[in-house]
């Protein structure tokens, strides 16, 4: 047994995760894949890295030093229960299995229950930064227990990208917690990407800039509170231009944008946990609208009239920079919200300042505006909302009026801004004296005796709709 670590599953991910592992010092990577040839190709292609390869699992297992350690990079689903499956029967008592694919939370919590059972260590880590994160430093967020993370823990800070100095990984908390953590990473992400796309839209169609002009702006923001890698690729990605037909290369790509999974679990899960979290499920309604070309195709078959695109206001572009930075504020409080909410219903002790940490660097969302986060939850760890923090507070307000002219100007325009106005309303309803909430509880004790509670006093009421109307109380408390 000459390895350290092990990668099982060697497709891109999995390949660059080993070469990162294995090019820190003090790793010795093992690393097996089911069809062989991918295995000789990533050895052959580097012969630098030093891995030991094994061409069966009993080979790979063998190959790995106590407590025997491998990370799974395949497909989340059936294909990983299968690795975990063969690596369970093989591995001993103490060893770990870690999952570092996009696992559903719910079966990493399952997956771990049935490890445990056997004496096994099984981690579910979240890892962000796409293809080269996993090769020069990705966001790492496992899961699991204590005992698993004293093993794995020096590891995955040795690959983890810096930010501040401090690696991008911590444990997030037990069993899933990681995964689900990983989960509301990509629902902000969503977020993210559509409050980006509606702003480009804007400029667009209300400014009339071009896409290169776009580029400059987004690149001029990129050096302000905006700063983030999504702004970044989005002024790279505006510069790109077609080669077939030198048009920019958003203009021939099909408008209907995919998604595998993630941002809708961010979603299904806050339902049912009760988390608002409008402007990521905004961001994934605006995906699956996209997608249907046949109802957008009907409705415009079926309408003579658009309106007219509103003229841009002398500070339209600033407008635009101060609403993104608002929708996102609330975007990430949502976010985290659903983290706070995630750890109470399933037990996690989840640090949130740590977790805002760990996204500085090597994710997708990473950004300046995290160490704002950071310090929010410095300053006080139970803060009812992000939006409470008076850095927050002050970034909303002062963005206020811009945020409201955006919104206004794109509804006067006929243009789709579902993150920013959904973000808007969020914000409204939590910062309004009284909700029309009262009027909801009223018609649901008319139809279903649902009863009220009072402003005035204790104690839950009934109106007899449907008699003489007086008032009965139900309960005292
Ligand atoms: C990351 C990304 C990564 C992947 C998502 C994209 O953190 O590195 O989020 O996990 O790119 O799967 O999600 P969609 O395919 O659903 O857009």
Not at 95 to 108: C, E, K, L, Q, R
Not at 389 to 395: N, Q, V
Request: charged residues 20%; aromatic residues 8%.
């Amino acid at each position: 047994a000459r390895a350290n670590i092990g990668v099982v599953g060697l497709a891109v991910m999995g390949s660059n995760l080993a070469r990162n592992l294995a090019s820190r010092a003090g790793n010795t990577v093992a690393v097996y894949n089911r069809s062989p040839e991918k295995t000789r190709t990533l050895v052959a292609d580097h012969p630098e890295a030093g891995f030991i390869a094994s061409e069966s699992v009993e080979d790979f297992v063998d190959s790995l030093s106590k407590p025997r350690t491998a990370i799974i990079m395949v497909q989340a689903g059936a294909g990983t229960d299968a690795v975990i499956d063969q690596l369970s029967d093989l591995f001993e008592e103490g060893d770990i299995i870690v999952d570092g694919g996009n696992a559903n939370f719910h079966d990493t919590i399952r997956r771990e229950g049935a490890a445990k059972k056997r004496g096994l260590n099984f981690v579910g880590a979240g890892i962000s930064g796409g293809e080269e994160g996993a090769l020069k430093g990705p966001s790492i967020m496992p899961g699991g227990s204590a005992e698993a993370y004293a093993t794995l823990g020096p590891i995955l800070a040795s690959i983890a990208a810096v930010a501040e100095g401090e690696p991008c990984v911590t444990h997030v908390g037990t069993d899933g917690a990681g995964h689900f953590v990983k989960m509301i990473h990509n629902g902000i992400e969503y977020a993210d990407m559509q409050l980006i796309a509606e702003s480009y839209d804007l400029l667009r169609r209300v400014a009339g800039h071009d896409p290169e002009a776009i580029a400059d702006v987004f690149a001029q923001w990129n050096e302000g509170d905006l700063e983030s890698y999504l702004i970044e690729i989005t002024a790279e990605v505006l510069r790109q231009k077609d080669a077939e037909t030198e048009k920019p290369l958003v203009d021939v790509i099909l408008d209907q944008a995919g998604s595998k999974g993630t941002g809708v679990w961010t979603v299904q899960n806050a339902l049912g946990l009760g988390v608002p979290v409008g402007g990521i499920a905004e961001a994934v309604f605006a995906r699956s609208v996209s997608a249907k070309p046949g109802q957008r195709a009907a409705v415009r078959g079926a309408i003579t009239w658009r309106p007219d695109i509103q003229k841009p206001s002398s500070s339209f572009e600033d407008d635009v920079r101060a609403a993104l930075y608002a929708s996102k504020v609330v975007a990430y409080a949502q976010g985290f919200d659903a983290i706070i909410a995630g750890a109470q219903e399933y037990g996690w002790d989840i640090n949130k300042g740590d977790i805002a940490k760990i996204w500085r660097g090597g994710c997708i969302i990473r950004a300046q505006f995290l160490n704002r986060i950071v310090e929010a939850y410095d300053a006080n760890p139970d803060i009812a909302t992000l939006l409470e923090d008076p850095y927050f507070a002050r970034a909303v307000t002062d963005g206020e009026d811009a945020w409201r002219r955006i919104v206004a100007t794109a509804a006067l325009s006929g243009i789709p801004i579902p993150g920013f106005a959904s973000a808007l309303s969020y914000y409204d309803a939590l910062a309004s004296e009284r909700l029309p909430a009262a009027l909801v509880q009223a018609q649901r004790d008319f139809f279903g005796a649902h009863t009220y509670r009072r402003t005035d006093k204790k104690g839950v009421f009934h109106t007899l709709w449907s008699g003489d109307r007086s008032e009965v109380q139900i309960s005292a408390e």
